[in-house]
């Protein structure tokens, strides 16, 4: 018996794309399973029967439906069947009997490759005369349901009843709502007034076709970025590619497959939850950086004003006491001196704490500047600034010669300042000497301050740079701000600073400047 019928190359692609999905579905299965490395013995020949099944099938539709694509061709549908036939009928009981040795989520993709051997029967019943003798019962638990897990709002767009029943009730089987309008038009109405998580729009439409409403979704910045998925009957290369170049998500073809639909709408929705929460994140650093800058600014602002008002104060009370002390100084027993020492000594640690305090705002606030600095200079200055404390530690500041490079002459100043005085300041018995040099590695000047003085406990090498840190003998005076500023006027720099330290022996700070 030979049913022949002429088939355009258009319904040729169509029943061929339509056929192929569970094709797919039995080949990728079968490969899955074969791969997995908890593959039970005896499974493996099985297996590899379904699968070269399965590629027959294949074979058979590339052959019975391939003809010359602009042509109509004639196809021979009772060979086509029966061909078929063989083949999944040949999967069907191979599937049976592997369903006997696998367990667990195993046996769940045996039963979808039985499924889908079963489905390409029924597809192809839709376009042939299927003999119907040798389909086996279905399976009434269907196990290619797989639930997706985000549960959505969809609007689904298409001028066919039955396309949109179909596709409604398969997403409302998996618990997504959905509307459904008939038209490109009363899509962009609803949308107007409701929310969706994702369109989908058939491709083919009369009036505004899929293309148009996508294209007038996409341009209208009410719907912001809102998911369009095309729906197409037939592998339309050319409108799917045009959909995607328009800003379509993705595209899913006619007549849906329920694994393929769900895996697919899912990722979509996944994908979106992720830019969401991506955006989300973006959000909340940007308003954090925001936050910080403006209390860092008002931190700045708070510590200049008030180091600046306190300072007048402080000055009076120091003098006021000086002068008491010079004043009545004979007349003032042994204790009443210590007391106006002890006062006079406590003006000046505040003192010092106000102006490193304002240092170190001024070195956060103020944008560096940008000159040439001659570092050989900036060491001859602090000496001459350490003078009184280099001569009575008997330190020698030996410095090697330092390049010249764009940088903040004050700042750095300051910063060889803090590191030098600190080496004075936290010496040893030993008279301290103090090494300055420089080397250019991988495109930074890579400065040192290395002593010869107490050093510094490993746990302590970091917090060292914290503000108001100490951790030495509070005899020595300080603030604990001094290493901060230099942090800071390195990182202004672009560098970074670090200490390598043997405790008992020295400590070397080393930092870098780019250039
Ligand atoms: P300050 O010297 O005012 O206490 P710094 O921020 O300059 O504050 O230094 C923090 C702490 O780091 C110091 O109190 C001291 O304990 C330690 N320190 C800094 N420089 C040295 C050094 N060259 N050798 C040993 N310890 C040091």
């Not at 020949?45 to 058979?60: C, D, F, Y």
């Not at 003798?133 to 997706?148: E, T």
């Not at 409701?194 to 058939?202: A, G, I, T």
């Not at 037939?234 to 045009?242: L, R």
Request: hydrophobic letters at 40%.
């Amino acid at each position: 018996m030979a049913i022949q019928r002429t088939m355009s190359s258009r319904e040729s692609a169509g029943l061929r794309h339509t056929l192929r999905t569970p094709i797919n579905h039995m080949i990728g299965y079968a490969e899955l399973l074969l791969e997995d490395p908890r593959l039970p013995a005896g499974s493996e020949p099985h297996l590899a029967r379904v699968l070269a099944a399965a590629q027959q099938t294949l074979t058979i539709v590339q052959t019975h439906l391939t003809g010359a694509e602009s042509e109509e061709q004639t196809v021979d549908f009772h060979r086509l069947r029966s061909d078929l036939e063989e083949c999944v009928v040949a999967v069907l009981r191979t599937a049976t009997e592997l369903e006997s040795i696998e367990t667990g989520d195993r046996l769940s993709d045996v039963r979808r490759i039985r499924s889908a051997a079963q489905e390409l029967l029924t597809l192809a019943g839709g376009a042939l005369p299927v003999g119907s003798a040798m389909l086996p019962q279905s399976d009434p638990a269907d196990h290619r349901d797989i639930p997706a897990r985000i549960i959505a709002r969809f609007l689904i767009v298409d001028d066919s009843e039955q396309s949109r029943e179909i596709l409604c009730r398969l997403l409302e089987r998996q618990g997504h709502t959905c509307i459904t309008v008939s038209s490109g038009k009363q899509a962009l109405e609803v949308l107007e007034e409701q929310h969706f998580d994702l369109v989908l729009p058939d491709l083919m439409m009369p009036g505004m076709n899929g293309l148009e409403t996508l294209r007038a979704i996409k341009s209208n910045s009410k719907f912001g970025d809102l998911a369009v998925v095309m729906l197409s009957a037939f592998d339309e290369v050319d409108e799917i590619g045009k959909s995607l170049e328009a800003g379509a998500e993705d595209y899913l073809l006619k007549p849906f497959d329920r694994i393929v639909l769900n895996a697919r709408l899912h990722a979509i929705l996944e994908r979106k939850r992720l830019r969401n929460l991506e955006r989300r994140r973006t959000l909340e650093l940007e308003l954090a950086d925001a936050e910080l800058r403006r209390s860092n600014e008002e931190l700045r602002r708070f510590a200049s004003v008030v180091s600046h008002d306190l300072q007048e104060p402080l000055r009076m009370v120091t003098s006021y006491m000086q002068l008491l002390q010079r004043d009545l100084g004979p007349h003032l027993t042994e204790n009443q001196t210590q007391y106006l020492n002890f006062a006079i000594d406590g003006g000046r640690r505040m003192s010092e704490l106000i102006q490193d305090l304002l240092s170190y705002s001024r070195v956060s606030a103020v944008e560096p500047q940008r000159e040439l600095v001659d570092f050989n200079e900036v060491i001859k200055d602090v000496r001459i600034h350490l003078r009184t404390a280099i001569a009575e530690s008997g330190a020698s500041v030996i410095s090697s010669d330092l390049p010249k490079m764009t940088a903040d002459g004050s700042q750095v100043r300051q910063l060889f300042q803090n590191l030098v005085s600190n080496a004075i300041k936290y010496r040893s018995e030993k008279p301290p000497v103090i090494k300055i040099s420089a080397k250019h590695v991988d495109g930074d000047w890579l400065f040192s301050v290395a002593d010869n003085g107490l050093g510094i406990d490993p746990e302590n090498r970091q917090r060292i740079f914290e503000m108001f840190s100490r951790i030495h003998d509070r005899s020595v005076p300080g603030t604990g701000i001094g290493l901060a500023i230099c942090q800071r006027v390195v990182e202004r720099l672009g560098g970074r600073i670090w200490v390598e330290s043997t405790p008992g022996e020295g400590s070397t700070f080393y930092f870098t400047i780019p250039g």
